[in-house]
């Protein structure tokens, strides 16, 4: 099982998702399973505007 939330904002804020995830994986009685992974679904390539960078983070877990 994944849990892996979609986030669009700039690369520079990603590390407040982070805190966010973790902080869901805790409370829901989850544990990180494996290493984590980053998707750039949308970056400079596609956009200007770093306010539309869309990033998947990916972590494998399960249930405690």
């Known amino acids: 099982m994944y849990v892996r939330p979609q986030i669009t904002s700039p690369f520079q804020t990603l590390h407040m998702a982070y805190n966010a995830l973790s ?34 983070i990916q972590f494998p877990v399960r249930k405690k």
């Open 23 to 56: 902080t869901w994986i805790e409370e829901n009685c989850y544990e990180i399973i494996g290493p984590h992974r980053e998707l750039y679904l949308k970056g400079e390539w596609a956009t200007s505007d770093p306010n539309e960078y869309i990033t998947q």
